[in-house]
């Protein structure tokens, strides 16, 4: 069922599909009409920007990389001029960041790939710009312009145009690859690249070429008049797009629209959607649902059986590609209304619920993979002394609870090469399907290089140098496109990447460099269907290393809660109570709170909780160290309220937060409010009003003992 959050009516139209708005910043971003670019607060739909585009622009199709907005503009006017610019704006505050200027007057959308944005122009150009300077890196002929955004993968980046040929170039340095040509085809449509390329053509046919060498692998035929009618959304195994077909009606075969479910292999129809309208919007998946609109109607779609699972009326045209957050997805009509809609609103289903796993215990370490990277001894940057050890003992643990020996992959000091790494990740790509679990495990660097020529996130291999990290760590860019690439339904990382030794400092006093990762790179790790991501620590906090333990203090409990300290009643530890376990323990001893991010559908399981002999306990913090008060200390009850919110704000995220309403019996999604500061205020509240308000107290110390003091 669904529900709706918010709607709003902009007072302008919305441009023709195939518009993509973006999801950044806290806002969702979308070109208005009259030449503007209009910014909504997700949680209540109030405009919080507009960015006025040059006078006879207009952009229907946004690029992001989570905080900045990447666009590309049409000159809309009978006698264009050139002189069109590609912009980078903050995404928060709709400010300009950046302008790369160009001689073309219209530019096509923008695709974003390992920090680096391509597109084409009417300069006859197809152009690679670095996402975080805005500096040019190569530019080459391109035979035709469109507006559709190029598609990256595989080291290939494909772009068509208004005619008949589809170009691939090497992303290195813009050379040439291939090209194709098909009788009576205009590839203006925006293509897709997930194993092979897939490329809707104007005479309605899609075509499906191998990446790097452009030999034509299968084509779907039109079935009535045009054909497809969408760009294809290539999830896993199935292709999704939109077409003309014919539809029975009484006996007879009448023309009609459908979402057709094609096996990516060969384009064998699985299933399809009959649809009142003309299917417009670019399909959207989330989950096992499918999301697309119609001229006057918004659907969700079973995507492993084609069944409807609901339907909302609308007043004109959908025109955007539905974007989805969370348990909400955005989207937009042609007549300028945008609306916010809770896609699985109500009870959940038992395949939903947190704490249930849908493997059978004994298929969870048989289709698991591991690949874990420690680092005491770098090159350039400052040693470690537990690094190795965390990732050792963390193989030896999955080895005795039964993985097989040839899934688990251990790179250790000079092993730890950012080449080794980047190849075991592709091996994971190509081995692991959607039916494995893969654990990815790294205990070194990271760091944040701000300003100059190569700002960005990186974690650090054993030779990464200062002044080159680009070509020498592996930057968050690269590890979420690594991550995307792994086609397991289930993935955990973790990381443990800011150490309390720090990084050293770079000998050059003009390079500035920040310990660990940003909350933000956390979060794009995570993207993606069945991702989570455990880091250590939060951004502005070090992950301790203590004398008398053999691992750091994060990977001490995080082993202490593989060996069965977190399992369920059957032995398995699930991704979730992992979490809660180191979570709480943690923080006893350290001003230190791991971090969670991902959306998550199911408590996925990691180990089956064997227990080897148990390791010591880290002591109780004595003089010289943060000390914890006993929660008997206070008197729950009359702790004020509002250091109790203001606790609560600093103590948990969203993740965290889902695991206390479990513990007080309560689910996260029925409690009032839209952002996690309006539930927990809900939750404070009701704990009040039924006298309850001491049990919540307890509870917050006993998940955050270290709080004891902020509530006196």
Not at 243 to 268: C, F, K, T, W
Not at 538 to 566: K, Q
Not at 602 to 624: L, Q, W
Not at 695 to 701: E, F, G, N, S
Request: contains cysteine.
């Amino acid at each position: 069922m669904k529900t709706e959050m918010w709607c709003i009516d902009l007072g302008r139209r919305l441009g023709k599909p195939h518009c993509y708005p973006v999801i950044a910043g806290g806002v969702y971003a979308l070109g208005a009409g009259e030449g503007a670019l209009m910014a909504l607060d997700l949680g209540s739909g109030r405009i919080t920007w507009e960015h006025p585009l040059d006078e006879g622009s207009a952009t229907h199709a946004l690029a992001t990389d989570g905080e900045r907005l990447f666009v590309g503009c049409q000159d809309m006017r009978a006698f264009p001029t050139p002189g069109k610019a590609l912009l980078a704006l903050d995404a928060r505050t709709g400010g300009e960041i950046w302008r790369y200027p160009t001689t073309a007057h219209s530019l096509s959308a923008v695709t974003l790939a390992a920090g680096i944005l391509y597109f084409t122009a009417t300069d006859g150009l197809l152009h690679a710009v670095d996402a975080a300077t805005g500096q040019g890196c190569w530019a080459i002929e391109h035979p035709t312009w469109g507006a559709a955004a190029p598609a990256i993968g595989e080291g290939v980046v494909c772009a068509g145009g208004q005619g008949q040929t589809l170009c691939a170039y090497a992303v290195a340095d813009g050379t040439e690859m291939w090209r194709f040509s098909a009788q009576d085809a205009w590839f203006v449509v925006r293509p897709s690249v997930h194993g092979h390329v897939y490329v809707p053509s104007s005479e309605g046919r899609l075509y499906v070429l191998d990446t790097h060498t452009g030999r034509l692998l299968w084509k779907l035929e039109s079935e009535c008049g045009l054909g497809s009618t969408t760009p294809p959304a290539v999830v896993g195994d199935r292709v999704f797009i939109g077409s003309r077909v014919y539809r029975p009606v009484e006996g007879q075969r009448v023309p009609g629209y459908a979402m057709l479910a094609v096996d990516a292999s060969n384009g064998a129809e699985e299933w399809r959607f009959y649809a009142a309208h003309h299917i417009s919007t670019p399909p959207t998946v989330a989950g096992d649902t499918l999301f697309f609109g119609t001229d006057e109607t918004f659907y969700a779609v079973d995507t492993t059986n084609g069944e409807e699972r609901w339907r909302t009326q609308v007043r004109s045209w959908v025109v955007t590609q539905p974007q989805v957050a969370g348990d909400v997805v955005y989207f937009g009509e042609r007549n300028g209304r945008v609306h916010a809609m809770y896609w699985r609103a109500g009870p959940r289903d038992e395949r939903r619920k947190p704490g249930h796993s849908l493997q059978p215990r004994q298929e969870v370490l048989a289709n698991s993979y591991a690949l874990l990277i420690g680092i005491n001894d770098y090159f350039q940057l400052r040693p470690l002394t537990k690094a190795t050890a965390d990732v050792r003992d963390l193989y030896d643990l999955l080895a005795q609870s039964g993985c097989p020996s040839t899934h688990l992959t251990l790179l250790a000091n000079e092993q730890a090469t950012k080449a080794a790494i980047s190849d075991q990740l592709d091996c994971l790509a190509r081995q692991t399907n959607s039916g494995d679990t893969v654990l990815i495990a790294f205990s070194g660097h990271g760091v944040q290089r701000v300003g100059g020529f190569e700002p960005g996130e990186y974690i650090c291999p054993v030779e990464a140098d200062w002044h080159n990290l680009r070509a020498t760590a592996i930057s968050d860019v690269e590890l979420t496109t690594a991550l995307r690439a792994i086609r397991a339904g289930r993935v955990a990382v973790f990381l443990d990447a800011c150490h309390s030794g720090g990084v050293g400092e770079p000998k050059d006093a003009a390079l500035q460099v920040k310990a660990g990762l940003s909350e933000a790179a956390y979060a794009r790790l995570a993207e993606g269907r069945g991702r989570a991501v455990i880091a250590s620590c939060r951004p502005d906090e070090v992950s301790w290393e203590l004398a008398d333990l053999r691992n750091g203090l994060f990977t001490h409990y995080l082993l202490e809660g593989l060996r069965g300290a977190a399992a369920d009643p059957d032995g398995s530890v699930g991704i979730l109570d992992l979490f809660k376990y180191v979570s709480r323990q943690v923080p006893q001893h350290k001003p230190q709170h791991p971090l969670f991010k991902g959306e998550i559908e199911v408590n996925f399981a990691i180990t089956t909780g064997v227990k080897p002999p148990a390791m010591p306990a880290p002591p109780i913090p004595t003089s010289g160290e943060p000390t914890v008060p006993p929660p008997t200390e206070i008197a729950p009850g009359s702790v004020d309220p509002k250091k109790l919110r203001l606790a609560m704000h600093t103590a948990y995220d969203r993740p965290a937060f889902e695991v206390l309403c479990k513990d007080l019996g309560l689910d996260y999604h029925d409690l009032r409010g839209e952002t996690l500061e309006t539930k927990m205020l809900y939750l404070i509240d009701k704990h009040r009003r039924r006298r309850q308000y001491a049990r919540l107290v307890r509870k917050v110390l006993e998940d955050h003992p270290y709080l004891a003091q902020e509530l006196r």
